[in-house]
């Protein structure tokens, strides 16, 4: 379990065709704690700690993690944001995330608004029930919280604003209108939904 409140970021140094793909991890967080077979949010994805080295970790992904996820688009020098498994008692500064991505969004758009900058993302329609203003939604890792969604003829649209702090200390200083980010929706939304049908 996680929180969506990014500590550190990292860069992929290698991927190797296995079985599954092996990631290495290049990055400063304090890994002298985390056991072998802990969890990392990489991007929002969750993954096990197979290895460490020093200077980084290496994780493996399965073949449905690379189909609904966008590690298939990750490649040597990516920049990922980073979060360690929370842990009973610890703060929770964002809201509730598994670490289960639901799928991808496409950044539309990113405007300069103020010192903040406003990213629209277009939503499949079977993830966009899920999303609600004022409600939060991780991306990439990062707690977020929705200005606004609307539906067009295509698809949904929805908006965030990405504060400097933010911006500065995540992949997000990075990211160019045609990436696709990974998105897990609220999981009280997704329950509710379930109970209603």
Not at 125 to 140: D, F, P, T, W
Not at 154 to 178: K, M, W, Y
């Amino acid at each position: 379990m996680f929180t969506g409140i990014v500590t550190h970021t990292g860069r992929v140094a290698s991927l190797e065709k296995r079985g599954d793909l092996r990631l290495t991890i290049e990055t400063d967080m304090d890994l002298a704690a985390t056991a072998i077979g802990a969890s990392i949010a990489c991007s929002g994805v969750c993954l096990t700690v197979v290895a460490k080295h020093n200077g980084g970790f290496a994780a493996d992904v399965s073949a449905e993690s690379l189909a609904c996820t966008n590690i298939g688009d990750w490649q040597v020098g990516t920049r990922i944001n980073l979060e360690k498994s929370l842990k009973v008692g610890e703060e929770l500064g964002g809201h509730i995330v598994s670490g289960h991505v639901d799928g991808v969004v496409v950044i539309e758009e990113i405007i300069p608004e103020g010192d903040s900058h406003r990213f629209t993302f277009g939503i499949p329609e079977r993830l966009a029930r899920y999303v609600a203003v004022k409600g939060s939604i991780c991306l990439n890792g990062v707690s977020l919280t929705v200005n606004d969604i609307r539906d067009e003829a295509a698809e949904s649209l929805f908006t965030v604003n990405i504060i400097p702090h933010t911006l500065q200390l995540t992949a997000f200083c990075d990211a160019r209108p045609g990436d696709q980010v990974n998105v897990e929706v609220d999981i009280l939304s997704r329950y509710i939904d379930r109970l209603r049908s």
